[in-house]
């Protein structure tokens, strides 16, 4: 029995797979899915395939021994997959698998694909390989590992007769080692991998990596290597730019003195980086291949020589998120924005009376209190006797002076930068149509520019508090004084196509012109023979206020005068425009004339919405209807009262035939006086409605008896008073939109040739700009998205204005934009015309320039003989990052009689590393 139970114990089932076997089983399986076998042979490469063609990428997860693994595969994919043209060299080797053919094509060396374990093009040349790494970025360290790996991957490669180069990635990540192995028609492919962190001393020049080469592909074959195939590439860095001219300077505010950029330039917003936008560029010096036998690189001599390479290509590193002006001035004023500080807060308690009370409700025919700073249009020609208080504040007289002269131009006799026409109230071309700012370069517009540069560079919140309120007290000093504000026009609002702040300066204007007109009407002589109809329609309109015993007066001083009248005054007709050319009175049949009204009353867009919240929040009720009618009907009574005095005897009928000609419905025939029979449209026969109860309380008042409908007085006031409680985020807030509009208008005068998709960049930006001004009360989000924008377009212009400068190209040479496009794009570009051309030239000086600052740095000698010495001895270029070799041969491995096989070794040396990629085929044929 004891027996028995041994043999059960130690009884075991060949039979079941192991685990290893069911993960090669698996591979197998993948490799199968993906249809890798027996892969069809490509055509040539040619140069730039690894980089400007797409690769196609596979992931498969698989575990082994408890350990997660993904099995990737990558293939390079060519649009024009053609029949392999081989040369008679090629036809005779067509046994060899892709990977052989692969490594002897010159034209993808020194690709640099260094993402997602894309650098196996470089080390290996291969087009299409398949690599196994551990999931989750583990590491390989052990060798018993890696050998089972490697020999799992190499039986399911064979079983499956896949000829794909199969890698795994051992040692840690960050290093990048990758070993495998292609077998396959014949052949057996050995792919290894060194990297030491010490350069071994033989292997720090050509002469000793020949050396290792060469030992490597004769160990066992005894054959003599004649020649061997060289390709070189160094790589020059450099960082320092110590000759170009990028550096951006915000505007000169040193007015008095400095012309560099002076008043002229407060108009404009800055662009450009305040910092070189490029970082680094990468000079490559390519030998593309020669024999052996013809170059020399060891310690003592060297034929490699940067300015001697045949081909010269260059790659730039931008410097990530570089700070700009334009979008620092942006960003800047986004912030303050936020700022729910007073004037008082910011400026102290001398700006506290901009918020009495008594100041904004005080009438304007009384004199109002002199400001404590001085008005620049009381200082106009008497500069030299300016007053020397002033409200606190970080911007010194000297420098607000100009800023305010330059606003209020018209302040200054012969001033150099007047408006022009600003009929306009926005831009005239066509592509800022739908933008609501206000016209370019007009008052609103230069104001917002001039406290951008303020905010940014004279103080921050307090600085453009300070502007703020002079730009107020001016405002309120020209309201004082009948000065109409210029920049602004004096027509109506227009709360369509303009911004807020425009609206409110366009209703100062009307209230100054209106008032201006009033006093100016008010010391003409009057016309009092009101028995005389013709001067009775030449009296000046004069509009004024009347209150109710002022009223009582007139009526009894009208009542006299109607004593002494022929007529009764309601018989006179008063404040007619013209005959009109075909309506006669119904009633009488006397000619109808157009009656002189008033004007309609401005509005800006918080107003509208204003009364549109009343209309609404009246309710729907009997007395609500009322209300609203009554509300509405201020103009049409105003309206009716000038036509029953233009028109006496006139009668509702009369009244919508002129003024409502859609409710007035024609009939057949003629009345007695010739013109058309009609009558009223049913909404005007409706009992009670608002037309005929309007017209029945309507007396017969010329427009300029009555009480004006538009209170410039009040009005005006409302107006300061809205500019001075304003908080300093407010402020910023109203300035916004104009800021944005210049902005983009900046950066979209900016032309580059090298970005040709600047034009449509700066269309999309336009069209949320348009979305984001429509609105009153701003969206904060919408122009940070902007702004963002904005700042990624201005860096990538600052960089190739940058580049430009640097190489000294012209936008008008083709090849030299072709050449900074590529760059743009972080392609490695191949230099016109090589190491001889004219970008070879300024690149070599930029090298030369920068060796020269570096030994003068570090000189410390003293004698300038010496110092002149030094600079004819160092050389030109530095050393160069990193020396890249591809050495190539084709011998018969392992022995004399086998088939010839192609072998490479790929070397890369860096100041802390090297690595070494060896490609070493054998026949397994013909042993």
Same mark, same amino acid.
């Given at each position: 029995?004891?027996?028995?139970? #041994?043999?059960?114990?130690?009884?075991?089932?060949?039979?079941?797979?192991?685990?290893?076997?069911?993960?090669?089983?698996?591979?197998?399986?993948?490799?199968?899915?993906?249809?890798?076998?027996?892969?069809?042979?490509?055509?040539?490469?040619?140069?730039?395939?690894?980089?400007?063609?797409?690769?196609? $990428?596979?992931?498969?997860?698989?575990?082994?021994?408890?350990?997660?693994?993904?099995?990737?595969?990558?293939?390079?994919?060519?649009?024009?997959?053609?029949?392999?043209?081989?040369?008679?060299? $090629?036809?005779?080797?067509?046994?060899?698998?892709?990977?052989?053919?692969?490594?002897?094509?010159?034209?993808?060396?020194?690709?640099?694909?260094?993402?997602?374990?894309?650098?196996?093009?470089?080390?290996?040349?291969?087009?299409?390989?398949?690599?196994? #790494?551990?999931?989750?970025?583990?590491?390989?360290?052990?060798?018993?590992?890696?050998? #089972?790996?490697?020999?799992?991957?190499?039986?399911?490669?064979?079983?499956?007769?896949?000829?794909?180069?199969?890698?795994?990635?051992?040692?840690?990540?960050?290093?990048?080692?990758?070993?495998?192995?292609?077998?396959?028609?014949?052949?057996?492919?050995?792919?290894?991998?060194?990297?030491?962190?010490?350069?071994?001393?033989?292997?720090?020049?050509?002469?000793?990596?020949?050396?290792?080469?060469?030992?490597?592909?004769?160990?066992?074959?005894?054959?003599?290597?004649?020649?061997?195939?060289?390709?070189?590439?160094?790589?020059?860095?450099?960082?320092?730019?110590?000759?170009?001219?990028?550096?951006?300077?915000?505007?000169?505010?040193? !007015?008095?003195?400095?012309?560099?950029?002076?008043?002229?330039?407060?108009?404009?917003?800055?662009?450009?980086?305040?910092?070189?936008?490029?970082?680094?560029?990468?000079?490559?010096?390519?030998?593309?291949?020669?024999?052996?036998?013809?170059?020399?690189?060891?310690?003592?001599?060297?034929?490699?020589?940067?300015?001697?390479?045949?081909?010269?290509?260059?790659?730039?590193?931008?410097?990530?998120?570089?700070?700009?002006?334009?979008?620092?001035?942006?960003?800047?004023?986004?912030?303050?924005?936020?700022?729910?500080?007073?004037?008082?807060?910011?400026? %102290?308690?001398?700006?506290?009376?901009?918020?009495?009370?008594?100041?904004?409700?005080?009438?304007?025919?009384?004199?109002?209190? $002199?400001?404590?700073?001085?008005?620049?249009?009381?200082?106009?020609?008497?500069?030299?006797?300016?007053?020397?208080?002033?409200?606190?504040?970080?911007?010194?007289?000297?420098?607000?002076?100009?800023?305010?002269?330059?606003?209020?131009?018209?302040?200054?006799?012969?001033?150099?930068?007047?408006? %022009?026409?600003?009929?306009?109230?926005?831009?005239?071309?066509?592509?800022?149509?739908?933008?609501?700012?206000?016209?370019?370069?007009?008052?609103?517009?230069?104001?917002?520019?001039? =406290?951008?540069?303020?905010?940014?560079?004279?103080?921050?919140?307090?600085?453009?508090?300070?502007?703020?309120?002079?730009?107020?007290?001016?405002?309120?000093?020209?309201?004082?004084?009948?000065?109409?504000?210029?920049?602004?026009?004096?027509?109506?609002?227009?709360?369509?196509?303009?911004?807020?702040?425009?609206?409110?300066?366009?209703?100062?204007?009307?209230?100054?012109?209106?008032?201006?007109?009033?006093?100016?009407?008010?010391?003409?002589?009057?016309?009092?023979?009101?028995?005389?109809? $013709?001067?009775?329609?030449?009296?000046?309109?004069?509009?004024?206020?009347?209150?109710?015993?002022?009223?009582?007066?007139?009526?009894?001083?009208?009542?006299?005068?109607?004593?002494?009248?022929?007529?009764?005054?309601?018989?006179?007709?008063?404040?007619?425009?013209?005959?009109?050319?075909?309506?006669?009175?119904?009633?009488?049949?006397?000619?109808?004339?157009?009656?002189?009204?008033?004007?309609?009353?401005?509005?800006?867009?918080?107003?509208?919405?204003? /009364?549109?919240?009343?209309?609404?929040?009246?309710?729907?009720?009997?007395?609500?209807?009322?209300?609203?009618?009554?509300?509405?009907?201020?103009?049409?009574?105003?309206?009716?009262?000038?036509?029953?005095?233009?028109?006496?005897?006139?009668?509702?009928?009369?009244?919508?035939?002129?003024?409502?000609?859609?409710?007035? #419905?024609?009939?057949?025939?003629?009345?007695?006086?010739?013109?058309?029979? %009609?009558?009223?449209?049913?909404?005007?026969?409706?009992?009670?409605?608002?037309?005929?109860?309007?017209?029945?309380?309507?007396?017969?008042?010329?427009?300029?008896?009555?009480?004006?409908?538009?209170?410039?007085?009040?009005?005006?006031?409302?107006?300061?008073?809205?500019?001075?409680?304003?908080?300093?985020?407010?402020?910023?807030?109203?300035?916004?939109?104009?800021?944005?509009?210049?902005?983009?208008?900046?950066?979209?005068?900016?032309?580059?040739?090298?970005?040709?998709?600047?034009?449509?960049?700066?269309?999309?930006?336009?069209?949320?700009?348009? !979305?984001?001004?429509?609105?009153?009360?701003?969206?904060?989000?919408?122009?940070? /998205?902007?702004?963002?924008?904005?700042?990624?377009?201005?860096?990538?212009? =600052?960089?190739?204005?940058?580049?430009?400068?640097?190489?000294?190209?012209?936008?008008?040479?083709?090849?030299?934009?072709?050449?900074?496009?590529?760059?743009?794009?972080?392609?490695?570009?191949?230099?016109?015309?090589?190491?001889?051309?004219?970008?070879?030239?300024?690149?070599?000086?930029?090298?030369?320039?920068?060796?020269?600052?570096?030994?003068?740095?570090?000189?410390?000698?003293?004698?300038?003989?010496?110092?002149?010495?030094?600079?004819?001895?160092?050389?030109?270029?530095?050393?160069?990052?990193?020396?890249?070799?591809?050495?190539?041969?084709?011998?018969?491995?392992?022995?004399?009689?086998?088939?010839?096989?192609?072998?490479?070794?790929?070397?890369?040396?860096?100041?802390?590393?090297?690595?070494?990629?060896?490609?070493?085929?054998?026949?397994?044929?013909?042993?």
């Amino acid at each position: 029995m004891n027996n028995v139970e #041994i043999e059960d114990f130690y009884h075991h089932d060949f039979t079941t797979a192991s685990e290893w076997e069911v993960f090669i089983a698996r591979l197998e399986e993948i490799m199968h899915e993906w249809k890798l076998p027996h892969t069809k042979i490509a055509g040539s490469l040619q140069p730039g395939d690894f980089v400007n063609c797409q690769w196609h $990428e596979a992931s498969e997860k698989l575990h082994f021994a408890d350990v997660e693994f993904l099995l990737k595969h990558y293939k390079l994919l060519k649009e024009d997959e053609k029949e392999d043209t081989a040369s008679p060299l $090629e036809e005779r080797e067509e046994e060899w698998t892709q990977c052989q053919k692969d490594i002897l094509d010159i034209s993808n060396d020194f690709v640099r694909l260094d993402d997602n374990c894309m650098e196996i093009t470089r080390y290996y040349g291969c087009r299409e390989f398949l690599v196994l #790494i551990p999931a989750k970025k583990g590491s390989l360290t052990d060798e018993t590992r890696i050998k #089972i790996l490697l020999s799992s991957l190499t039986i399911a490669a064979n079983n499956a007769s896949c000829y794909i180069p199969a890698f795994v990635q051992v040692q840690e990540p960050w290093q990048n080692m990758y070993l495998g192995g292609c077998a396959g028609k014949g052949t057996c492919v050995h792919l290894d991998m060194v990297h030491l962190k010490k350069i071994p001393s033989h292997c720090k020049y050509l002469t000793g990596l020949l050396a290792l080469f060469k030992q490597k592909v004769r160990e066992g074959c005894a054959v003599r290597l004649d020649t061997v195939m060289v390709s070189a590439r160094f790589s020059y860095l450099l960082k320092d730019w110590t000759n170009s001219t990028w550096t951006q300077e915000p505007p000169d505010f040193d !007015f008095m003195q400095g012309e560099t950029l002076g008043v002229a330039e407060l108009g404009k917003l800055p662009f450009g980086a305040t910092f070189d936008p490029v970082g680094e560029l990468h000079l490559f010096t390519t030998w593309p291949e020669m024999p052996d036998s013809v170059v020399v690189d060891s310690e003592g001599f060297s034929d490699l020589e940067p300015q001697l390479a045949p081909e010269w290509s260059v790659l730039v590193k931008m410097v990530s998120s570089p700070a700009c002006l334009l979008g620092e001035y942006m960003t800047d004023f986004l912030h303050l924005c936020n700022n729910q500080k007073t004037m008082v807060e910011l400026l %102290g308690e001398n700006a506290s009376y901009i918020h009495s009370d008594d100041q904004m409700l005080s009438s304007a025919f009384n004199a109002l209190t $002199e400001s404590r700073i001085p008005m620049i249009s009381t200082v106009m020609g008497r500069a030299s006797s300016k007053k020397n208080k002033n409200v606190e504040g970080p911007i010194s007289e000297e420098i607000l002076l100009p800023i305010l002269y330059f606003l209020f131009p018209d302040a200054e006799d012969n001033s150099k930068f007047p408006y %022009g026409d600003i009929s306009v109230c926005n831009v005239d071309d066509d592509q800022w149509k739908g933008v609501k700012t206000c016209a370019m370069d007009s008052l609103v517009w230069r104001l917002s520019v001039v =406290a951008a540069h303020c905010a940014h560079n004279l103080g921050g919140a307090t600085a453009l508090a300070q502007l703020w309120h002079e730009f107020v007290q001016e405002i309120r000093f020209r309201w004082e004084r009948n000065i109409l504000i210029p920049g602004v026009g004096p027509s109506f609002p227009d709360s369509v196509r303009t911004c807020l702040l425009h609206q409110k300066l366009q209703m100062m204007n009307c209230c100054i012109a209106r008032k201006k007109t009033r006093e100016e009407n008010a010391h003409k002589p009057q016309s009092m023979d009101i028995d005389d109809v $013709e001067e009775t329609e030449s009296e000046e309109e004069e509009f004024f206020e009347c209150s109710s015993e002022e009223l009582a007066n007139e009526e009894v001083s009208s009542t006299r005068m109607q004593l002494k009248a022929k007529h009764l005054l309601w018989n006179k007709p008063a404040g007619r425009l013209a005959k009109h050319p075909t309506l006669r009175l119904i009633q009488s049949g006397d000619p109808l004339y157009l009656p002189v009204t008033q004007d309609p009353v401005p509005k800006t867009e918080d107003q509208l919405e204003e /009364d549109a919240q009343v209309m609404m929040q009246l309710g729907t009720d009997k007395y609500a209807s009322e209300m609203r009618a009554r509300m509405m009907s201020a103009s049409l009574l105003s309206d009716m009262e000038s036509f029953k005095a233009a028109n006496p005897g006139a009668v509702l009928e009369d009244f919508i035939r002129w003024y409502s000609p859609r409710d007035w #419905i024609d009939d057949e025939g003629f009345d007695e006086w010739g013109q058309g029979k %009609g009558h009223l449209s049913p909404r005007m026969m409706i009992p009670d409605n608002p037309w005929s109860t309007t017209w029945a309380s309507a007396q017969p008042v010329p427009a300029h008896r009555q009480k004006r409908l538009f209170d410039d007085t009040r009005e005006a006031e409302k107006v300061l008073h809205y500019l001075c409680s304003k908080r300093i985020g407010q402020v910023a807030q109203l300035l916004l939109p104009t800021l944005t509009h210049a902005a983009l208008y900046t950066l979209s005068s900016q032309k580059q040739e090298a970005l040709p998709s600047l034009p449509d960049v700066a269309h999309s930006i336009l069209n949320r700009l348009q !979305f984001a001004t429509k609105p009153t009360h701003q969206k904060l989000n919408l122009y940070e /998205d902007i702004t963002r924008d904005v700042e990624g377009v201005e860096a990538l212009v =600052a960089q190739v204005n940058s580049l430009q400068r640097k190489l000294g190209g012209s936008n008008d040479s083709k090849e030299f934009t072709s050449f900074l496009i590529q760059l743009m794009r972080g392609k490695e570009v191949s230099v016109p015309g090589g190491s001889r051309g004219d970008i070879a030239s300024r690149i070599t000086t930029m090298f030369r320039d920068a060796q020269r600052a570096a030994h003068m740095m570090t000189s410390t000698s003293g004698n300038n003989d010496a110092d002149a010495a030094g600079d004819s001895r160092h050389k030109t270029f530095p050393e160069p990052t990193s020396k890249e070799f591809i050495l190539r041969a084709i011998i018969p491995r392992p022995s004399p009689a086998s088939t010839p096989q192609p072998q490479r070794l790929y070397a890369c040396l860096k100041r802390d590393h090297i690595r070494l990629a060896g490609f070493f085929s054998e026949d397994t044929t013909f042993l």
